[in-house]
């Protein structure tokens, strides 16, 4: 049985955060709605991601969720390097999930 991060992060833009704070809920990035779910990070997964997909960019924001708060909505999924990623699906991230946030 596999048991599973009770946290993943989610990398957000400055912009993406402004509308996150205002907006109370991540209803996703671009790559999000192409794929249809929200995409996460476990803690080690982290690096390889802001790396990949975040190289040059500044002013990252990057919460911590509380993956219990979102249920069975979260389902881990093979993905990059053949590891399980956490991704969110049929509901956007709410704020009340967000531990903390730190920049990226």
């Known amino acids: 049985m596999n048991t599973y991060p009770a946290t993943a992060y989610k990398i957000l833009t400055a912009d993406q955060w402004a509308a996150f704070e205002r907006d109370g809920v991540f209803a996703g990035a671009p790559v999000d709605h192409a794929d249809g779910y929200i995409h996460l990070s476990a803690a080690d997964q982290l690096q390889g991601t802001l790396d990949k997909h975040f190289a040059g960019q500044t002013g990252l924001v990057i919460a911590e969720v509380d993956l219990g ?36």
């Open 69 to 104: 708060m979102l249920g069975d909505d979260v389902r881990w999924e093979v993905s990059r390097g053949g590891a399980l990623f956490p991704h969110l699906y049929n509901r956007p991230l709410p704020m009340t999930a967000v531990v903390s946030v730190r920049a990226g």
